[in-house]
């Protein structure tokens, strides 16, 4: 029997019928799921069904089947791959979802149902575990999945006839219609468990609880209590959704879906429609609120200030950026590099951070950007890469710039910027005129090998230490398909990501992988706007942050591919990552916290207007700040997240 045509990267779920992985095609690069049919929990006959319905739906929010895999290992449907995983994933996750999105994903469930009862088909197993994610650029995207026990009708809209000696056909007792329990089922069966779906989306609970056996005989007799936190237009749509008799309830899911729009088009669902759901009392909050505060106050970071003050960066045309290599700290500004680090036995745990300049070196030219290396840092300029060590203090050529055709061009910065480039920070407050950065780099984390895109060009190099400076030897060059250069990141030890945001102005972002000799592995492409990617710690994990008029946190894992999106109340400004977690600032000066897995473990506020951010292993947090007329460097103590998680 043939090899599979997928190379399996990891297992993302559990189906009805046997297990979910996370698949590549190895001619294509495409990410598939194979949904796994084993002949022991689906035979044939149900196998075949299931496989008949998908194919038959092909609608933007049903999952789409791609074809089957039948090899030795077993059968395998070929599906669309959801990297924002189930709907109850997301339901699973605090401070996940507002009002509005919420509301456009029932509404397109019920276009998806709509599409497939015009078919004769009801899904019967409607519930979060079913309904699968996927993030575009205007939120989730939500797609009907696992058909496995659907039926057909011989005429849509009416219900069907009890198959004999049968009071259960099978699905989840919470999210039944009352008719179900008699083998009774119609579309309506299907508009009545998307009612329960968008009532727990509201609330966080489902409207009836307990055992299976508790459960029937409330879906059958008890009276729904819809709490009057929900606004009053949707209490009416829950309300007829949930109806105990099936000619009560709405006819289609079209009608239902029609419903929900003109309610969101209502002044009081527009005030509403960016509040954090569920919500206990939507009068209590505030627009844009989370319930961060309440958040024990005992795992709250405590954040201890002292501040040095930075030269003014009124007229100038370099950034002042800062990076953290323990047990050193550098910040750069125009051509002065400054080097800090906390003297030996300073301070006890619980007392204020005691750090001091060590010494400022001047650059050869103007500074752009620094990036960690092996014993201290590189430093970025227009026609060079730098080595710089704390212990030689000096600067040694890494990379001479002027040998790479395509940065030739542009070899000298303008001497009067073109006001086209002059960049203005969340406040609107014109700071700084920072010249283009045309190329970028990526070191890994041993220091053993480096990237460098260019426009039109990937460069791959080896770094050998054969005294006390790294030599670069480049190994590969690859030519790019567009001019615009990517950022690049090392995603493990052996592994090099390529990122095009708004990739050639087509509202997605494109993604690349190689191996750190060059050579290509695959491609992905994700409609999430993005202003910042960084990696972290964890292996094929990034932490990226959305365009300011979506504020929102993302973590990216990449194997398997998943997708966690965490609203925030008001755009992150600058953010890092750390051994046990991550930190976001605002410009509000409000710093919140967040384990590994994305869950926030406490917030304080600090410095406004942050415009860098560096952990320092044992001390805590660095911080850059500045105007127009002053900069500010600000150390703070935090807690051992590490040692207390």
């Not at 297990?19 to 690069?29: I, K, L, M, P, Q």
Request: aromatic share 10%; glycine share 6%.
């Amino acid at each position: 029997m043939q090899a599979s045509r997928y190379r399996i990267l990891g297992l993302v779920g559990q189906g009805q019928f046997g297990r979910v992985y996370c698949a590549s095609d190895r001619r294509t690069g495409q990410l598939v799921a194979l949904k796994e049919l084993s002949h022991q929990r689906a035979p044939t006959h149900q196998f075949l069904q299931e496989l008949w319905f998908i194919i038959s739906l092909q609608h933007p929010h049903i999952a789409a089947c791609l074809g089957l895999e039948h090899i030795q290992t077993g059968r395998y449907l070929v599906m669309d791959y959801c990297e924002g995983g189930t709907l109850r994933h997301l339901l699973e996750q605090p401070d996940s979802l507002r009002l509005k999105e919420a509301l456009n994903l029932i509404i397109g469930v019920l276009e998806g149902l709509h599409y497939a009862h015009q078919r004769g088909i009801i899904h019967c197993d409607i519930k979060p575990e079913n309904i699968l994610l996927t993030l575009q650029s205007q939120g989730w995207h939500s797609k009907l999945s696992d058909f496995g026990i659907a039926r057909r009708l011989p005429t849509v809209g009416q219900l069907s006839v009890p198959q004999k000696n049968l009071m259960f056909t099978g699905g989840s007792p919470a999210y039944m219609a009352p008719e179900r329990f008699y083998g009774l089922y119609s579309a309506r069966s299907d508009i009545y468990a998307v009612g329960i779906v968008l009532f727990e989306l509201l609330m966080g609970d489902r409207p009836f609880q307990g055992l299976p056996g508790e459960l029937m005989w409330a879906q059958l007799n008890q009276r729904l209590q819809i709490p009057t936190e929900i606004p009053e237009a949707l209490q009416m749509i829950i309300q007829k959704s949930l109806e105990k008799l099936p000619a009560r309830r709405y006819s289609s899911a079209k009608e239902m879906a029609e419903a929900l729009r003109q309610v969101m088009s209502s002044p009081q669902i527009q005030n509403l429609a960016d509040f954090i759901i569920p919500w206990k009392d939507p009068n209590s909050l505030s627009k844009n609120s989370s319930r961060l505060g309440e958040i024990n106050p005992s795992v709250s970071p405590l954040l201890v200030h002292h501040s040095i003050s930075l030269p003014a960066v009124k007229q100038s045309q370099f950034p002042l950026s800062c990076i953290a290599n323990f047990p050193y700290l550098y910040t750069a500004f125009n051509q002065t590099l400054e080097i800090w680090s906390t003297p030996p036995n300073s301070s006890p745990p619980d007392q204020q951070i005691a750090i001091c300049s060590q010494d400022q070196i001047n650059s050869p030219e103007p500074i752009l950007g620094m990036v960690p290396i092996k014993q201290g840092c590189c430093v970025l300029t227009s026609h060079q890469i730098h080595h710089f060590s704390p212990f030689q203090k000096n600067f040694q050529s890494l990379l001479n710039l002027n040998t790479i055709q395509s940065l030739q061009p542009h070899r000298q910065p303008s001497s009067s910027p073109d006001p086209s480039e002059v960049y203005e920070d969340v406040n609107h407050l014109k700071t700084i005129t920072t010249p283009p950065l045309l190329y970028k780099i990526a070191i890994n984390q041993d220091s053993q090998y480096m990237a460098l895109a260019v426009s039109g060009q990937l460069r791959f190099y080896s770094l050998t230490y054969p005294s006390d400076y790294p030599v670069a030897k480049l190994t590969k060059k690859l030519t790019l398909p567009v001019s615009q250069v990517p950022e690049v990141l090392f995603l493990d030890r052996r592994h090099i990501l390529s990122v095009w945001f708004n990739f050639k102005k087509q509202n997605f972002n494109m993604f690349r992988v190689y191996t750190r000799r060059g050579t290509p592995i695959g491609n992905l492409k994700l409609s999430i706007p993005l202003k910042q990617l960084l990696p972290t710690p964890q292996p094929y994990t990034l932490l990226g942050l959305g365009l300011d008029e979506q504020p929102y946190l993302i973590l990216l894992r990449l194997r398997p591919l998943s997708i966690m999106r965490i609203p925030l109340t008001s755009p992150a400004t600058v953010a890092c990552a750390t051994r046990w977690g991550y930190v976001i600032g605002d410009q509000h000066g409000k710093y919140t916290f967040f384990d590994l897995e994305g869950s926030v473990i406490g917030y304080d506020f600090g410095p406004v207007n942050p415009k860098a951010l560096a952990f320092l292993e044992k001390t805590g947090l660095a911080i850059v700040t500045y105007t127009e007329k002053q900069g500010y460097l600000h150390f703070v103590k935090s807690l051992n997240f590490e040692k207390d998680l």
